[in-house]
């Protein structure tokens, strides 16, 4: 079990899409803190369930989705009619996250004990603010799942003039 946090960048889901960053903590001795750049497609508007690249095959997209209690509706239409799922109402939000590069040195492409080459099957429940997730790549164990819970985080402002 490592600790991950999300930092959520831009959320647009009139274009389905969001995008931040995924840290995890403890993963290699290399990188003690691990943190990527992911774009999200949502389910819904634009996208449906079938993935159809990242090498998943229509099979895999079930055996993942499946995963989630709320698929359990969508099951039959994996191909989704657009009008069933609007992610800006429904109490489940599906999404695939894909983790393009390493932050803050984008040129690393490959780290010993970790791998940003899949992607994830996001299900975020509005009610509870609860993330729950499945990482698919081919050459990596099946089914390392995610979950993630809303922290509310109490800051405040530093300013430091030169």
Not at 19 to 38: A, M, R
Not at 99 to 114: C, K, N, Q, W, Y
Not at 125 to 144: D, L, N, P, V
Request: glycine content about 4%.
């Amino acid at each position: 079990s490592y600790d991950v946090e999300v930092e959520l960048q831009d959320v647009d889901l009139d274009r389905s899409f969001l995008c931040g960053y995924l840290k995890i903590s403890g993963l290699t001795d290399e990188f003690p803190v691990l943190t990527t750049f992911f774009e999200a497609e949502v389910v819904g508007l634009q996208h449906s369930f079938i993935t159809g690249k990242w090498d998943a095959n229509e099979q895999t997209d079930r055996e993942h989705w499946g995963k989630f209690n709320a698929f359990s509706r969508f099951a039959n239409d994996l191909r989704l009619v657009r009008t069933q799922l609007d992610p800006a109402r429904s109490d489940h939000v599906f999404m695939r996250w894909k983790e393009h590069f390493l932050v803050p040195d984008h040129r690393i492409v490959s780290i010993a004990g970790a791998s940003f080459a899949g992607f994830y099957y996001i299900c975020y429940k509005r009610e509870t603010a609860a993330i729950e997730g499945y990482y698919f790549h081919q050459s990596s164990e099946m089914f390392q799942s995610l979950r993630m819970h809303h922290v509310t985080q109490h800051s405040s402002a530093e300013f430091k003039f030169r």
